[in-house]
C-alpha cells in the first residue's frame, strides 16, 4: 500500500537520481589506475609548477554566503510538494505555506542585518 498516491513517479526519479553518483564513484574508483608516484601527492595547479602551500585560510564571509545559499535554496525545495497539490490541500495548507515562506523572509532579513549577503 503506497501511502502518497501520485508520488510513485517522483519516488522513481529520487532512486534513479540518487543511484547514479553511487554507481558513477563505484565505477571510478574500480577503473582508475591503481599505480601511483611522487607527483601523485603534489599540489595540482593547472599544469604550473606549484608553490606555496596548499593550507590557506578563506575569509570566513564566503562560507557564511554559501551558507546561507544552501539554506535558502534547500528550503525553496519544499514548496513544490506544495505547489504541486496546491488545488487539493485547501486554504488550510495555504497559511502554512504562507506561514513557511514569512518564516524564509524572516530568516532572509536576518542575515541580511548582520552582514551574512555582503560579498566584500
Known amino acids: 500500500m503506497f501511502v502518497l498516491t501520485g508520488y510513485e513517479y ?12 553511487i554507481l558513477a564513484l563505484t565505477a571510478s574508483k574500480l577503473l582508475r589506475p591503481k599505480t601511483g608516484g611522487p607527483e601523485r601527492h ?8 606549484p608553490f606555496g602551500g596548499a593550507w590557506i585560510q578563506f575569509n570566513i564571509r564566503y562560507y557564511m554566503f554559501a551558507l546561507v545559499f544552501v539554506i535558502f535554496d534547500v528550503e525553496t525545495v519544499f514548496l513544490y510538494p506544495w505547489a504541486i497539490a496546491f488545488n487539493t490541500l485547501g486554504l488550510f495548507a495555504f497559511i502554512e505555506a ?3 515562506i514569512s518564516i524564509l523572509v524572516l530568516a532572509l532579513v536576518y542575515a541580511w ?8
Not at 517522483?10 to 553518483?21: K, Y
Request: charged fraction near 15%.
Open 10 to 21: 517522483f519516488l522513481g526519479f529520487l532512486i534513479i537520481s540518487s543511484s547514479v553518483p
Open 42 to 49: 603534489t599540489t595540482y595547479e593547472s599544469g604550473m609548477e
Open 98 to 100: 504562507l506561514i513557511f
Open 113 to 120: 542585518r548582520k552582514g551574512a549577503l555582503e560579498w566584500s
